[in-house]
């Protein structure tokens, strides 16, 4: 699997990229999963349900299924938090990752940098980056690190063949899929 990442400051726009990224990218014919780091204690369950109540008596994990979709959730109680390495052999086999957020990881990664928000590069581990989205057309990429190019944050067509190119992957031409 090809794994690129969304990065940058809190509130400059990296979840609304990944989803317009994404969209971008099934549209174009190819699987597509994500990967979100939260830096909160989130919960996707729900107090009350069967299956909160499951992982409060003790469960490690619990799988939640239905006809639409399944859920495995585990609970690390003491063990340390994952490194994303650790997360994606758990994923179906897809075609690329967008991962959200983990600076820390190695992965390559995009940052977004809106001109109304944080301007300030990440700090010097938490880099990797092979281009900067931005609505600022006179940002210099080589200021926050990155020797790739300054790609504009609302040509999301522009962004997809970015992370095409970069990761080798081409859309299918076809109506099939190789992992159908």
């Known amino acids: 699997m090809k794994i690129i990442g969304i990065t940058g400051w809190k509130n400059s726009g990296k979840t609304t990229l990944v989803t ?5 990218l099934c549209a174009r014919g190819l699987r597509v999963s994500t990967v979100k780091h939260a830096h909160h ?8 349900r069967d299956s909160y109540q499951h992982r409060e ?3 490690h ?14 609970e690390l109680r003491d063990e340390p938090e994952p490194e994303l390495g650790d997360l994606l052999p758990h994923l179906a086999p897809v075609d690329i990752v967008v991962v959200e957020g983990f600076k820390l990881a ?6 977004v940098i809106r001109a109304a928000n944080t301007l300030a590069p990440l700090p010097e581990q938490a880099r990797n980056l092979v281009a900067i989205a931005t ?12 020797e790739g190019p300054r790609l504009a944050i609302d040509d999301i067509g ?22 159908d």
């Not at 619990?62 to 959730?73: T, Y």
């Open 158 to 179: 522009q962004v997809a063949d970015f992370v095409l190119a970069h990761t080798g992957l081409a859309a299918p031409l076809t109506q099939g899929h190789p992992h």
């Open 61 to 74: 994990e619990v799988l939640l299924a239905s006809g639409k979709r399944w859920a495995l959730m585990r």
């Open 20 to 24: 317009r990224l994404v969209a971008e």
């Open 41 to 48: 204690n989130c919960d996707v369950d729900q107090p009350g």
């Open 57 to 59: 008596a003790g469960a």
């Open 135 to 146: 609505d600022d057309p006179a940002l210099v990429p080589a200021d926050y690190g990155c």
């Open 106 to 111: 190695q992965h390559p990664k995009i940052q």
